[in-house]
Nanobody, 124 residues
């Protein structure tokens, strides 16, 4: 079992930045693959960024060049640095993890473990 705890969400004006954190507890072998997802009101949850144990990353087109995913393996903590935020980035952000996620690390169905989420609100 793995417990994931997100933090770092908040309210920011457009153009601002936030850094989200996700601390992993428990059987951390299950955190070989980790990702960030988000869900805006009335919309489906979508993949934002993912990282594997080798440090390979994948981003959704909507955040490329603005968001950076990283992981501190010593701390078992995942990060998402979000820059140049827009109101369209407003959503609940979730951290996810699993031992293996197949060919699409931005797919919701690929992950077994999920955090409770942290809210990000961007005002214009």
């Amino acid at each position: 079992q793995v417990q994931l705890v997100e933090s770092g969400g908040g309210s920011v004006q457009a153009g601002g930045s936030l850094r989200l954190s996700c601390a992993a507890y428990g059987y951390t072998h299950s955190t070989q693959f980790m990702g960030w997802f988000r869900q805006a009101p009335g919309k489906e949850r979508e993949g934002v960024a993912a990282i594997d144990s080798a440090g390979m990353t994948r981003y959704a087109d909507s955040v490329k060049g603005r968001f950076t995913i990283s992981k501190d393996n010593a701390k078992n903590t995942l990060y998402l640095q979000m820059n140049s935020l827009t109101p369209e980035d407003t959503a609940m952000y979730y951290c996810a993890a699993d031992e293996w996620v197949g060919h699409n690390p931005l797919s919701i169905s690929a992950y077994k473990y999920w955090g409770q989420g942290t809210q990000v609100t961007v005002s214009s």
